[in-house]
């Protein structure tokens, strides 16, 4: 299988490149060159997860170097379990959070951290990571102490929840995080600024955000497991609802469908920003600047995987005939996670409840809320709501247990650069 870009200028490059570049040279993303159908009758949902993701990805992986590992590296990649929970009679949720960091980004940053480590036996590999949240956490997590790679982590200081710095500060090894006296966009412009050196290129840097085609492979396989396995039990299919910020989660959604999962249609629910939402009335993509929300792994004002979808669904009509968007105010957020604790006694996250928030604006066919992560992440947002917290799992048990450390930089590439030296 080869991997092209979205903007079609350049050739197609093997998926082993696909996964070291992250972005394509002409600054398009990498998309699989064909999404292969599938028979239905040859995937057993009944067989483990792993097991199943390792057959469903095994045409994008034909010819990789990474071909034969690939049963190994879902083995690795996917120690978690990924349980479908029933809410209402029409209603389920699809549990994507109980990874070690508890967000459904440790589905694609662990198997990322597999494919990337394998690769470094070429050359050591050095990642650096812009995140507001849970992409650093679930990054540094699934690459520490993982050979080959050096992780380089930078999130806006003072800016992010205490326990979201902590579980991103209690690594160490070859994890370097770094709090920057700078904005989330300041983050965001360090690491493209590394990308445009040479002295940072030769360390053969890397991306894990979800540009890279690696962490969306994998995340089609809970939507293709899940399908398969609710569809033969209630012989229909089911329809998902996603949060959505960057666009990757709903895009490994749309390419599941398209490859013949049994998926009914797929539903985008996002926070007050609205760029998707407007882009589906008017015709017009405008990314503009983002708005602070309470679910706020969803505060993207330029999702950048819209790029991706576009592709698939390269006109308007067909866009709007694919996708369909609410976007959710904090108070509706608010009024949700009331709601479903009095109505069901269940705990749900403030980005999980547009979800649930959308659902009740839709049809009585069965639905599925897709759970992206746990409550006890956001145990600031719910406290005050039901004056009691979500308890907490072992997973964040035991990192909170570890010792964390804080080192603050300079918002400045160059200190960035002797931190990496000297570490
Ligand atoms: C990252 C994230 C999202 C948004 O996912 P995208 O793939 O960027 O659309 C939603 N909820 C949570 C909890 C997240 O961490």
């Not at 003072?158 to 090894?173: F, L, V």
Request: proline share 7%; aromatic share 10%.
């Amino acid at each position: 299988m080869k991997f092209i870009s979205t903007r079609n200028s350049t050739p197609s490059f093997s998926l082993d490149m696909a996964l070291l570049a992250g972005l394509a040279p002409d600054g398009g993303l990498f998309v699989p060159e064909t999404l292969p159908q599938i028979n239905r009758a040859d995937f057993n949902p009944a067989m483990p997860f792993a097991a199943f993701a390792s057959q469903l990805l095994h045409p994008f992986f034909a010819s990789s170097q990474l071909e034969n590992a690939l049963p190994a590296i879902c083995e690795r990649a996917f120690n978690f379990t990924i349980p479908l929970t029933q809410v209402d009679a029409s209603t389920w949720e699809l549990e994507l959070f109980h990874g070690p960091t508890l967000s459904f980004k440790d589905v694609g940053a662990r198997f990322l951290a597999e494919c990337l480590s394998l690769l470094s036996n070429q050359k050591p590999i050095t990642l650096l990571v812009a995140t507001s949240g849970d992409t650093g956490s679930a990054v540094a997590a699934a690459f520490y102490q993982k050979p080959g790679v050096t992780a380089v982590i930078l999130y806006p200081e003072g800016q992010i929840s205490k326990r979201q710095a902590h579980q991103i500060n209690c690594w160490g090894e070859n994890i370097l995080s770094l709090a920057v006296k700078g904005s989330f966009d300041d983050c965001q412009h360090l690491v493209k600024s590394a990308f445009a050196d040479p002295n940072w290129k030769d360390m053969g840097l890397c991306t894990a955000n979800s540009v890279n085609i690696g962490r969306l492979l994998p995340q089609m396989s809970y939507y293709a497991y899940t399908s398969l396995q609710f569809y033969l039990a209630h012989q229909q299919p089911a329809g998902f609802i996603i949060p959505t910020g960057n666009l990757g989660n709903a895009t490994a959604a749309y390419w599941a469908k398209a490859m013949g999962f049994p998926i009914r249609e797929i539903v985008l629910a996002t926070n007050a920003n609205q760029v998707i939402s407007d882009y589906l009335v008017t015709g017009d993509f405008k990314p503009r600047a983002s708005i602070n929300t309470l679910a706020n792994a969803m505060d993207v004002g330029k999702p950048s995987n819209f790029e991706r979808l576009q592709y698939l669904f390269p006109s308007w009509p067909h866009f709007k005939q694919e996708a369909n968007t609410f976007s959710v105010s904090d108070e509706a957020i608010k009024e949700t996670i009331k709601e479903n604790y009095k109505i069901h006694q269940r705990f749900i996250c403030p980005h999980t409840a547009t979800a649930y928030n959308t659902r009740k604006q839709l049809s009585s066919e069965p639905w599925i809320n897709v759970a992206t992560a746990h409550p006890c992440k956001f145990d600031d947002i719910i406290k005050p709501l039901l004056n009691q917290v979500p308890p907490i799992p072992l997973a964040m048990e035991k990192l909170l247990a570890r010792p964390c450390h804080e080192r603050v930089v300079e918002n400045d590439l160059n200190a960035i650069k002797r931190m990496k030296m000297m570490h």
